[in-house]
């Protein structure tokens, strides 16, 4: 990481909305891994003291009041870009990404070797893991790398949302999706502009807490219908990058 005065290479953005089981944990972990000064916590409208637990914590701690995961994705990454770094890594805040793979994803992006790199969570939910991940899920999961390798050529063995993102090709995505779809149309568009993928196993951990999507018919129902607007529109009006 680069400490120098223009900021350090990267910052990790973690969404937060009522998580507050889960976040002394990894304020703890990222703490101990000398991340946290790098770390930037957006609440998306928290009342279960989410927010306080942070600020406690002397982290750096943004607000965005507008509901929808790609909301507090794109305000955290718009602060790192002015912070000066050249990648972001968005990472879940209920505890089941690893904070010690950080270096795993952002390592090829920093490196010039790849524009984004993508955590794949497939080997560690089958097997003995297996029940770390409701079936649904997986299942979905499934569905949605088969969508991806059919429909664009894509070969994900999983559309993980812990991953990491070179600033100046998320500038080039102009992403809209503001729910369920934020990382299906993030790596969509970035094949579509010709950026470098690259996938990388990850941890996947037991869950804090109750997730708001997986968790819930109305979640899951929610990102099924949002994801496949995703990609049938994508297909059918394809897509325009920015300039470089």
Not at 27 to 45: H, K, M, P, S
Not at 164 to 173: F, G, I, Q, T
Not at 190 to 200: D, K, N, Y
Request: hydrophobic share 45%; net charge positive; with cysteine.
């Amino acid at each position: 990481m680069d400490a120098s005065s223009q900021g350090p290479d990267y910052f990790i953005v973690v969404p937060v909305l009522d998580e507050a089981a889960a976040l002394p944990a990894l304020l703890a972990e990222l703490r101990g891994l000398g991340l946290l000064d790098y770390t930037l916590f957006v609440d998306n409208g928290s009342s279960d003291g989410s927010p306080e637990l942070t600020a406690a914590a002397g982290v750096a701690l943004l607000r965005e009041a507008r509901r929808g995961y790609g909301y507090p994705c794109l305000t955290g990454a718009r602060e790192a870009a002015a912070r000066g770094a050249r990648a972001v890594v968005f990472m879940e805040a209920d505890g089941t990404d690893d904070p010690a793979q950080v270096r795993h994803l952002v390592g090829p992006v920093l490196a010039a070797e790849a524009d984004l790199v993508v955590g794949s969570r497939r080997r560690a939910v089958h097997g003995a893991a297996a029940g770390r991940m409701p079936l649904h899920q997986r299942l979905g999961n499934d569905w949605l790398a088969l969508n991806l390798f059919v429909f664009f050529g894509l070969r994900l063995s999983d559309d993980g949302p812990f991953r990491a993102v070179s600033l100046d090709l998320l500038e080039r995505l102009r992403l809209e999706e503001r729910a369920y779809a934020f990382p299906t149309e993030m790596v969509v568009k970035a094949r579509m502009a010709g950026a470098r993928i690259v996938v990388r196993d990850t941890r996947y951990r037991q869950r804090v807490g109750r997730s708001k999507i997986a968790g819930t018919w109305r979640g899951t129902l929610g990102a099924v219908r949002d994801i496949f607007w995703c990609l049938l529109r994508l297909r059918l009006l394809g897509f325009r990058p920015g300039r470089q």
